[in-house]
């Protein structure tokens, strides 16, 4: 019985906390539902008093005559190329890192570990003048060409994957006649699935919320992301839709919502597994 008691003690606080930590995901979405004059008025029930759509209908109108059709093409270009491109590169470097030997191999790897302790805001501004003379400013280059170079993170996570995998398979591949290209494609690559998935998911997940960088190059409200245009319909100067705002951030939820469900297995195996040697 004390057991049994524990146990439920267990499950309930882990169902508060649990609680706690979407509430403010939950109360986004009661609120979406919510007319305008019941927002602020009816903030503790998450149940609205007079349910509408008119929210979702107003705020997908989007504002300067753009709709939030454009906004979620915008993102999702950006953000698939972005994680593709990321993904790929990054099992490329790692690949070269775990199977290669080449003369200072561990003073390279260190040093991509150590730029993973530079932050962002400290590669804003020389890349920024880059990318400025180069005339990329208001494109989507910026927001993608540095995905092509690998992400330190996929790599060092991709490279304690491939650690694990026997080395006896790249020798029989190697008697059969394949090449380092070969091998990577024919053998490591297929083996990657979990960890390639780990990495896409958070790919994805960076990407699609990523608020700093299209602030920073994007000045056209056609060009605008996802998460820069929830920010400029959120007028300070003026009256604010908060009814369109709240329904238009349910359904930017919805795409990693689903990428998670839809490949949680991948994800937990691809963690689980990484780092352990075979």
């Known amino acids: 019985m004390p057991e049994l008691l524990k146990t439920g003690a267990f499950h309930a606080g882990v169902l508060a906390l649990s609680f706690v930590m979407?509430?403010?995901?939950?109360?986004?979405?009661?609120?979406?539902?919510?007319?305008?004059?019941?927002?602020?008025?009816n903030v503790s029930s998450l149940i609205p008093r007079r349910f509408t759509l008119q929210n979702y209908i107003?705020?997908?109108a989007g504002f300067g005559g753009v709709t939030f059709?454009?906004?979620?093409?915008n993102s999702l270009?950006?953000?698939?190329?972005?994680?593709v491109a990321s993904v790929f590169s990054s099992a490329v470097v790692a690949?070269?890192?775990?199977?290669?030997?080449?003369?200072?191999?561990?003073?390279?790897?260190a040093v991509m570990l150590a730029t993973m302790m530079l932050p962002v805001q400290v590669q804003i501004i020389p890349q920024y003048i880059v990318f400025s003379r180069l005339g990329w400013v208001n494109t989507y280059i910026p927001l993608i060409l540095p995905h092509f170079f690998a992400a330190p993170f996929?790599?060092?996570m991709i490279v304690q994957f491939i650690r694990g995998i026997p080395r006896e398979l790249d020798e029989a591949a190697e008697i059969d006649g394949c090449n380092r290209a070969g091998i990577f494609f024919r053998i490591i690559l297929p083996l990657l699935k979990p960890a390639l998935v780990t990495a896409s998911i958070f790919a994805f997940y960076w990407s699609w919320d990523d608020f700093l960088t299209p602030l920073v190059y994007l000045n056209n409200p056609r060009l605008y992301t996802i998460s820069l245009?929830?920010?400029?319909?959120?007028?300070?100067?003026?009256?604010t839709n908060w009814g369109g705002v709240f329904a238009m951030g349910t359904l930017a939820l919805v795409p990693v919502s689903v990428l998670f469900v839809a490949f949680q297995k991948y994800l937990v195996e691809g963690i689980s597994t990484t780092g352990l040697k075979g």
Do not use: C, H, N, Q
């Open 22 to 41: 979407i509430y403010p995901l939950l109360w986004m979405l009661a609120s979406s539902f919510k007319g305008p004059d019941e927002i602020w008025t």
């Open 58 to 60: 107003e705020g997908w």
């Open 69 to 73: 059709t454009t906004y979620f093409r």
């Open 77 to 83: 270009l950006v953000t698939i190329i972005s994680t």
């Open 95 to 109: 690949y070269g890192f775990a199977r290669i030997r080449f003369a200072g191999r561990g003073f390279w790897f």
């Open 154 to 156: 996929f790599v060092f």
């Open 229 to 239: 245009a929830l920010r400029s319909f959120a007028d300070p100067s003026s009256v």
